[in-house]
């Protein structure tokens, strides 16, 4: 199984990011039912104690909800001159704690390495195969300004990635109240 662990982007937030599809020709735009913030990809799991051993230090994570204020669109360039198009979700002190948590608990129950990237918040919305800059500057600015009302989370997810058609379809397979 292929897994990674997200804060579920719940309403309204997701409906309005949703209002932004097809505002920009050319673009492949992701299922709003797949919105999230990815915490931690973990990768292909295999065996029922690795999976258990996962399902165990996301049970004893304790922490505040998180509120997920989102900012301006950006992109990041991917292989092949494609680009992945997203909004940026602001880097809060309890969203950063949070990461590190489920970084640490990963880290020691499968043993993942130390993630060398930096944490970029952010809900994916879209790809571009062939990007036009005469177009997406425009876009960029236009969507930089809308007022994204921010959202409180108050669990984690594991969610396990299966190869769809077109695009991956996300299972959750469990939720984790950061309460308790």
């Known amino acids: 199984m292929r897994l990674f662990i997200a804060l579920d982007i719940g309403s309204p937030l997701r409906e309005a990011i949703a209002a932004m599809r097809g505002s920009l020709a050319g673009v492949r735009w992701v299922d709003p039912a797949t919105y999230h913030v990815t915490l931690r990809f973990i990768g292909e799991v295999s065996g029922r104690d690795r999976l258990e051993d996962?399902?165990?230090?996301l049970s004893a994570i304790r922490a505040p909800s998180v509120r997920l204020q989102p900012?301006?669109?950006g992109i990041?360039?991917?292989d092949g001159g494609r680009q992945t198009l997203w909004i940026g979700i602001e880097r809060s002190?309890?969203?950063l704690h949070l990461h590190r948590k489920v970084d640490t608990a990963m880290r020691r129950a499968?043993?993942?390495a130390v993630e060398r990237r930096r944490f970029v918040p952010h809900v994916t919305i879209g790809t571009i195969a062939t990007p036009s800059p005469d177009m997406l500057a425009p876009?960029?600015?236009r969507w930089s300004t809308l007022p994204l009302q921010p959202v409180d989370?108050?669990?984690l997810t594991l969610f396990r990635s299966l190869r769809g058609p077109d695009?991956?379809?996300?299972?959750?397979?469990?939720?984790?109240?950061?309460?308790?």
């Not at 695009?167 to 308790?180: F, V």
């Open 54 to 57: 996962i399902d165990m230090a």
């Open 71 to 73: 900012t301006a669109p």
């Open 76 to 78: 990041f360039e991917q």
């Open 93 to 95: 002190p309890a969203l």
């Open 110 to 112: 499968a043993g993942l």
């Open 139 to 141: 876009w960029l600015a």
């Open 153 to 155: 989370i108050p669990r």
């Open 167 to 180: 695009e991956p379809i996300y299972e959750s397979l469990a939720e984790y109240d950061l309460a308790g």
